[in-house]
């Protein structure tokens, strides 16, 4: 009898409805799309390489807001933080989750990216979203909390 069984047998609190709403948990939590956002503010990918820097030119038409040789913050309209979200995937009552924004701006990031990729400075747009490892730390923190949460909430302790 596994934790699950035992759980459901005294509460009726299902594996299923525990990890269902893990999910619905997570994904209306905004920790995992703000750490997402917080390594975009430092111009990072998800493997913590800054992606590019800021060009003369783009400091002189942005009239300053983006300084020449400062890392890519990915913040121009605010639609891709914005609209940045953690997708809780659920099998076999296990959960993986992916990072991932509905902007409208992400296919003109992406291709901006592919049509100026070189052989040096190739880099993959879809390895902009992601979770540092070093970074997981927070995620865990709030994938368990999240589960204590419900357990104590629906067990009644």
Request: hydrophobic share 30%; with cysteine; aromatic share 10%.
């Amino acid at each position: 009898m596994t934790i699950y069984d035992y759980i459901e047998n005294i509460t009726g609190y299902s594996p299923s409805k525990y990890v269902s709403d893990i999910k619905n948990e997570l994904e209306n939590d905004k920790t995992i799309p703000e750490i997402q956002t917080k390594q975009w503010e430092k111009g990072q990918d998800s493997n913590g390489n800054i992606v590019g820097t800021y060009s003369e030119m783009t400091e002189i038409l942005s009239g300053g807001r983006k300084q020449a040789g400062t890392p890519y913050t990915f913040y121009d309209t605010g639609d891709l933080y914005k609209q940045t979200k953690a997708i809780i995937n659920e099998k076999d009552n296990d959960l993986t989750f992916i990072v991932d924004s509905d902007s409208p701006h992400k296919k003109d990031l992406f291709d901006f990216f592919d049509k100026n990729a070189s052989p040096v400075t190739s880099f993959d747009p879809e390895d902009l979203f992601g979770i540092q490892k070093e970074n997981m730390d927070e995620v865990v923190d709030v994938v368990q909390d999240k589960c204590s949460s419900l357990l104590i909430k629906n067990l009644k302790i």
